[in-house]
Nanobody, 122 residues
Framework: QVQLVESGGGLVQAGGSLRLSCAAS????????MGWFRQAPGKDREFVAG?????????VAARTVKGRFTISRDNAKNSVYLQMNSLKSEDTAIYYC??????????????WGQGTQVTVSS
């Protein structure tokens, strides 16, 4: 069983930056692909970005955040990060961390964190 705890959310002005963190425990962290999803009020949860467990650390990102958001991980710290730059009001959502042994991308999500709120004011 993998436990995921997100942190780093908050209120930021449009154009600003935030860095989200997700700390994992309870499993072999490097075995898992990790990802970030978000859910805005009244909308379905959507994939934001993902990163493979080890080796080349292949990353994938949603078209809406490419060039603005960067996912990274530190296997020594059992953590994954989401650097968010040039934030827009439409990035306002609860951001969730996800872990998956097999999948990376929109279908991933074997384990989930409880989420952290990001609010972008215009």
């Amino acid at each position: 069983q993998v436990q995921l705890v997100e942190s780093g959310g908050g209120l930021v002005q449009a154009g600003g930056s935030l860095r989200l963190s997700c700390a994992a425990s309870g499993g072999t962290f490097s075995s898992y692909a990790m990802g970030w999803f978000r859910q805005a009020p009244g909308k379905d949860r959507e994939f934001v970005a993902g990163i493979s467990g080890s080796g080349s650390f292949r990353t994938v990102a949603a078209r809406t955040v490419k060039g603005r958001f960067t996912i990274s991980r530190d296997n020594a710290k059992n953590s994954v990060y989401l650097q968010m730059n040039s934030l827009k009001s439409e990035d306002t959502a609860i951001y969730y961390c996800a872990a998956d042994l097999l999948r990376i991308g929109a279908q991933m999500g074997e384990y989930w964190g409880q989420g952290t709120q990001v609010t972008v004011s215009s």
